[in-house]
């Protein structure tokens, strides 16, 4: 499809590529949103940029009542992210939140690089972390969806065929025949997630009657090098975002007690609805488990916030009357960060005693304090979900005796 203009990644360099792109990043302060949440989001924004393969540079904000229907930002904002793209020979800019087609075909005419919003930024990371099948018809379905309605704003060529009211003529058939082959690609990889999910449901019936447990969470807080713990298996596992794609499972023998423990791609605020959808089969682990693992990092400013996105993200998937064990993860991170070298050990004590009251009394008693990085803290919680794991087995097969 000619003149799409949606080409994250497919640049000399590319965001997924080795050499590394120059980016700024923009975002809008709307009436009465507090500037520091939009600080915050700025930052995991770059975060997403730095997964992705690109620096950047500096970040440009503006407050407006809504944004502009056109450019999103206003003219003299423009003005002044266009001079400093000339100066500084920025690569691409990147916007923290979804733009239209229009918006997209007007800014980089204006900015004369490639423009990227949230939501391409984090379909790029998917694109270059899908390993299996499943994962890259997810993504590509994502893609196809996101793109679908911006089909008449990218198309740049039909500037230059501008007729009568609705654009009749050559151009606008063309369009028509794009919107049908996106739609048609879209049925077509429904049809095949559709096929691997019958086959992964096989493999899930085949799995029998055990407990399922899963590692769920916001992304980056240490679930995959938990579940190597856990499990002392080798899970891929590193300091970037989204670093886990695909589910993956492994079965787990504590005392002679045997469940199944799945590690789950992580979740993220602002996370396109799209991909929501697209991933709900990938999510079916944690609809199935009987107990999920809420993996926290403790160390996150913003770790409630946090909390209530992966909540809101459970209940959109019916998963959020599961049973839940919080385990607040990087707490040596967290000692890092917020206590002062020169406190004696008695204060620190004291400190995380108040901590760990105010968490139970904020979240209930089913929480654990843990470095999954030193291993602090991690053999207790080994014992607090193995008898979980051993009452959901006493439950469910109650005139079964078990050796465990």
Avoid: C
């Avoid at 008695?346 to 968490?359: V, W």
């Amino acid at each position: 499809m000619s003149g799409t203009g949606w080409n994250v990644g497919t640049s000399s360099k590319g965001l997924s590529g080795s050499e590394q792109e120059k980016a700024v990043l923009v975002g809008v302060i709307l009436q009465g949103q507090p500037e520091s949440q939009v600080m915050e989001y700025l930052d995991e924004l770059e975060f997403l940029a730095h997964t992705a393969g690109a620096t950047t540079l500096r970040r440009f904000t503006q407050k407006l009542a809504q944004p502009d229907s056109r450019t999103f930002i206003g003219k003299g904002k423009l003005e002044e992210i266009a001079a400093y793209v000339e100066l500084k020979e920025i690569d691409l800019v990147i916007f923290d939140d979804d733009l239209s087609g229009k918006q997209v075909n007007l800014l980089e005419t204006a900015l004369k690089v490639k423009i990227v919003d949230r939501s391409t930024l984090i379909l790029d990371i998917f694109a270059n972390r899908a390993q299996t099948a499943q994962a890259k018809t997810q993504v590509e379905l994502a893609q196809m969806q996101y793109l679908l309605p911006r089909l008449r704003g990218l198309w740049t060529h039909l500037e230059r065929q501008r007729g009568g009211i609705g654009m009749r003529g050559p151009g606008e058939k063309e369009i028509e025949t794009d919107r049908r082959i996106v739609r048609d690609k879209i049925a077509q990889l429904k049809k095949d997630l559709e096929k691997i999910e019958r086959q992964n449901l096989t493999q899930r019936k085949n799995r029998g009657a055990m407990v399922r447990a899963a590692l769920v969470g916001y992304t980056n807080v240490g679930k995959s090098t938990l579940m190597n713990i856990l499990s002392k298996s080798e899970v891929f596992a590193e300091n970037k975002l989204f670093a886990t794609l695909d589910t993956t499972v492994r079965k787990v023998v504590w005392d002679a007690m045997p469940f199944l423990l799945s590690d789950t791609v992580g979740f993220i605020r602002k996370l396109p609805h799209h991909l929501v959808e697209s991933f709900k089969s990938t999510l079916d682990e944690v609809r199935e488990s009987d107990l999920l693992i809420h993996v926290v990092d403790l160390a996150h400013p913003q770790y409630e916030d946090h909390i209530r996105t992966v909540t809101e993200t459970l209940n959109e998937l019916n998963a959020g009357e599961k049973e839940l064990f919080l385990v607040f993860n990087k707490l040596d991170a967290y000692r890092d960060t917020y206590f002062d070298e020169r406190l004696d050990e008695e204060t620190r004590q004291e400190i995380e005693a108040e901590l760990r009251q105010s968490l139970i009394s904020q979240y209930g008693e089913e929480i654990a304090l843990i470095s999954a990085h030193t291993g602090e803290g991690v053999t207790e919680l080994r014992e607090r979900l193995a008898g979980r794991i051993r009452e959901i087995y006493r439950i469910r097969y109650p005139y079964q005796e078990k050796h465990w």
